[in-house]
Each structure stands twice: as C-alpha cells, then as structure tokens.
C-alpha cells in the first residue's frame, strides 16, 4: 500500500521496488488466461493508467468504509457488546481507538 508519509516526488523516486516471485507468478497467470485484458492495459497511456489505479483505490477504501459502517451499525443495535469493547480500547491514545474497535468488531463477525 502506499505510505502517505512519503510526501514528495523526490522521495517516491528513491523508492526500491521489489520483486515478489508469488504475486509476480499470480500476475503472470492472470496474464496468460486474460491476453486481452493485458493488451488493453499496455495501450492505454501511464497517466490513464495512474488514473484507473487511483480509481481502484477510491473504490477499495469506499467499500472498506461501508463495511465499518455497517458493522458500527450492527454494533449500536447490541449496547452491551458496544460497552464491552469500548471498555477495551478506553485507554488506547485517541488516534488507536477507533481502528481498534473495528478491529475487534472484524474479528467478532
């Protein structure tokens, strides 16, 4: 995932990617079974491209947060499994609390 502390284009541009032999033979299989899908992608221009992952991005993190809204919906209709897990995160600092509760609610689906 992308580290929003880099900031900078300076400092994107010292990135070291690295190769992952697992996701890099998924992504070969994929290939292989989709040849048109692959055509389609190397014609499109990078800033297209950028833009159709940036797209992928905003989806992804829309569907996360419908899921957490959902579940703190579930969880306002239990208040006594509201109080337990508020009284386990109650000490965390304020930028944890809300991330540890979901986790916890993920957890308990």
Avoid at 33 to 40: G, I, Q, R, S
Avoid at 43 to 71: D, F, N
Avoid at 102 to 109: E, G, K, V, Y
Wanted: glycine share 2%; charged share 30%.
């Amino acid at each position: 995932m992308f580290d929003k502390k880099l900031g900078s284009e300076n400092r994107l541009q010292s990135i070291d990617f690295k190769e992952n032999p697992q996701s890099n033979a998924r992504i070969d299989e994929y290939i292989k079974n989709n040849p048109e899908f692959w055509l389609h992608l190397q014609s499109m221009p990078p800033s297209y491209m950028a833009r159709a992952l940036v797209l992928g991005q905003i989806e992804k993190e829309e569907r996360i947060e419908e899921m957490h809204e959902a579940i703190k919906k579930k969880l306002k209709q239990t208040p006594e499994m509201e109080r337990v897990i508020e009284n386990l995160v109650k000490n965390l600092p304020v930028e944890a609390y809300e991330r540890a509760m979901l986790s916890i609610l993920c957890f308990l689906r």
